[in-house]
Nanobody, 122 residues
Framework: VQLQASGGGLVQAGGSLRLSCAAS????????MGWFRQAPGKEREFVAT????????RYADSVKGQFTVSRDNANNIVSLQMNNLTLEDTAVYYC????????????????WGQGTQVTVSS
């Protein structure tokens, strides 16, 4: 399984970014996907997950109502729409997958993308 994240960049506080993660190597639509992030000097933390069925989503409390995770099974892409960004959202964002076929949520991330940097400026 290969994951390729993109879409990061520099944005002003209050702005928006949309991250994408292209997956390959297996039947994308059958597995949950997720996003994590790691800020400087901090541990990697969970951000959002989406089940194999698009309606099953879960978010970290810190991003509820601010971020939206979605998936495009036709193109093997999972996305993270990030709105109203703050300085605290500055981090490297990673997409992840596991081996829980037909899972409703990402339980045990096994595969990781290379990360994409999101920097929010004041």
């Amino acid at each position: 399984v290969q994951l390729q994240a993109s879409g990061g960049g520099l944005v002003q506080a209050g702005g928006s970014l949309r991250l994408s993660c292209a997956a390959s190597g297996r039947t994308f639509s059958e597995y949950p996907m997720g996003w994590f992030r790691q800020a400087p000097g901090k541990e990697r933390e969970f951000v959002a997950t989406i089940g194999w069925r698009e309606r099953d989503t879960r978010y970290a409390d810190s991003v509820k109502g601010q971020f939206t995770v979605s998936r495009d099974n036709a193109n093997n892409i999972v996305s993270l729409q990030m709105n109203n960004l703050t300085l605290e959202d500055t981090a490297v964002y990673y997409c992840a997958a596991d081996d829980t076929r037909y899972g409703r949520t990402l339980l045990n991330p096994t595969y990781w993308g290379q990360g994409t940097q999101v920097t929010v400026s004041s």
